[in-house]
């Protein structure tokens, strides 16, 4: 299949498929006599697995490092499961995180009733304040990621 029926079939976008391929994430398809890149089912299946692992929020090192464990069946399963482990600790640490700022997001709502003019909102008001020192170990300012949706 072309570029684009691989695309249209796995849901996404033909610069995707590029990207991964640049990136060692989808093997380099063969090409065509008119110099088209022809993909094969098993770059589809590869390219599942990856959409899988970006659902998981998984990075793109940690998806290289899956795809070689899964190119390499014969090997013990450890660094999966190491890998995995590390992830699951990194989701726990953004869960505390998006806690505090589910907190903080709440007490900056609590400062708006949403009454009175623009000039008068707390909300806008307590933003336009400078940010505290992030060294102190507060939260203020910090940005966490994944947590805006993906577009």
């Known amino acids: 299949m072309k570029i684009g029926e691989l695309a249209r079939r796995s849901g996404v976008k033909v610069e995707t498929l590029r990207y991964y391929e640049r990136e060692g994430l989808l093997p380099e398809p063969e090409r ?8 094969r089912d098993a770059h589809a299946e590869r390219l ?3 959409r899988h692992c970006r659902a998981l929020d998984m990075t793109l ?3 290289r490092a899956l795809l070689v464990c899964q190119d390499h069946p014969e090997h013990p399963c450890e660094d999966a499961d190491a890998l995995i482990e590390a992830h699951l600790g990194h989701v726990e640490q953004r869960i505390v995180q998006l ?3 589910k907190a903080e997001l ?3 709502r609590q400062r ?8 008068e909102c707390g909300i806008l008001n307590e933003l336009a304040q400078p940010v505290g020192d992030v060294s102190d ?3 203020a300012g910090v940005h966490v990621g994944g947590a805006h949706p993906r577009r």
Do not use: M, P, Q
């Open 32 to 39: 065509s006599d008119g110099n088209y890149r022809v993909y």
């Open 48 to 50: 599942d697995f990856i």
């Open 61 to 63: 090192d940690e998806i």
């Open 99 to 101: 806690s505090r700022l």
């Open 106 to 108: 709440e007490g900056l």
């Open 112 to 119: 708006c009733a949403g009454h009175g003019t623009a000039g």
């Open 137 to 139: 170990g507060g939260n």
